[in-house]
């Protein structure tokens, strides 16, 4: 951080640079035991209730793409928050920050969107902010949600309690978000189009916790991808990840696409997938359970926790060799979410 005396794009992509303004910035002045655990969503215990809590921001550039809009992302994106820590999301808030002169029709289709996204969801948007700011401020339209839910007593998630010999499961393709907003940007089109694979997780986190115990952890791999998710795991473990890449799931148009640009798909945000980690011997039954909804038809098992590689992932690759998967460094692609 002494070296950037201003913030970066790349400090807010969810790689290492984010990770160090976290440590080095945000930690020291605001932390406490329940902010230092890092989770996608606190865990709380209000009036002997477990509670799940998360924020998150969405400016993604452009506002409306094929799959969703900003509206859409923010409902699912925060609800995948909490679900990831076990939870069952109840209700969101919504806050706005609009550039002076945004069309009114467009925000009309916003909040529309938003409205059906959260019933689709049944959750309820239950309070909110409005701030308009001059147009030379900002462009368009920024939205922040923040959510609750319940978790159940008997639920216990967590890196801690994961060990070598547990299996990595991803519930579907990788890179779908991220490719469709670049697509988007650049004017790029496939005979097969692109779409984002934006959607809410809870039920399909809420399907998985029939496993119990052998349940270990859940992430959904948003901005730095299945790469930053993974790092992220491994950080300060007595234990690495083996990941095999012809496991890995990609549909074809995302894969041509990610060759012709020259992006690394582990690196690609996501925002309609999760990562979970069972006990050896669950994946089968965990398998069948993702495969039961169409948001987990492609569910994969793409590696294991080994007491090899420590603190390291590790990429068994297409040719049979080896190469490790690094925490992204940079912002690939700024305002992705």
């Known amino acids: 951080m002494s070296e950037n005396e201003r913030i970066l794009l790349a400090h807010g992509g969810g790689g290492r640079l984010s990770e160090e303004l976290l440590r080095n910035v945000i930690l020291p002045r605001l932390g406490n ?43 699912h994106g925060t609800i995948n928050d909490v679900a990831m820590v076990g939870a069952d999301p109840v209700c969101l808030s919504c806050g706005f920050i609009i550039a002076e002169g945004f069309p009114m029709a467009a925000l009309e289709r916003i909040v529309d969107s938003m409205a059906k996204s959260a019933t689709a969801a049944g959750v309820q948007i239950v309070t909110g902010d409005t701030k308009v700011v001059g147009r030379a401020s900002m462009d368009g339209i920024f939205i922040n949600t923040t959510g609750l839910g319940v978790i159940s007593p008997e639920v216990r998630l967590g890196a801690n309690r994961v060990s070598a010999g547990d299996k990595v499961i991803i519930s579907g393709t990788l890179a779908d ?9 650049q004017g790029l089109a ?15 986190a809420a399907a998985l916790r029939v496993l119990g115990p052998s349940l270990k952890f859940m992430r959904d791999p948003t901005r730095g991808g299945l790469a930053a998710t993974l790092n992220e795991l491994v950080r300060n473990a007595p234990w690495g990840i083996r990941i095999d890449e012809q496991s890995i799931p990609m549909a074809p148009a995302v894969a041509a696409a990610l060759e012709i640009i020259g992006l690394d798909p ?15 011997g669950s994946e089968e039954r965990a398998l069948t359970l993702l495969r039961s909804s169409p948001l987990g038809a492609n569910a ?18 297409n040719i049979g060799g080896a190469r490790i998967i690094d925490n992204p460094a940079g912002e ?6």
């Open 266 to 280: 582990l690196h690609v945000a996501n925002e309609g997938k999760l990562v979970a980690v069972v006990a050896a």
């Open 33 to 75: 035991s329940v902010l230092a655990r890092l989770t996608d969503a606190a865990e709380l215990m209000i009036g002997g209730t477990r509670i799940a809590m998360s924020t998150d921001s969405f400016t993604v550039d452009p506002i409306f793409f094929p799959g969703g809009d900003i509206g859409s992302l923010a409902v």
């Open 300 to 317: 994969r098992l793409i590696g294991e926790i080994t007491n090899e590689h420590q603190g390291l992932v590790v990429m068994k690759t």
């Open 177 to 185: 978000h991220g490719v469709t907003i670049l697509c988007q940007r």
């Open 190 to 204: 496939f005979d097969i189009p692109v779409v984002s694979d934006s959607a809410p997780l809870h039920r399909l």
């Open 332 to 337: 690939l692609l700024p305002r992705i979410c």
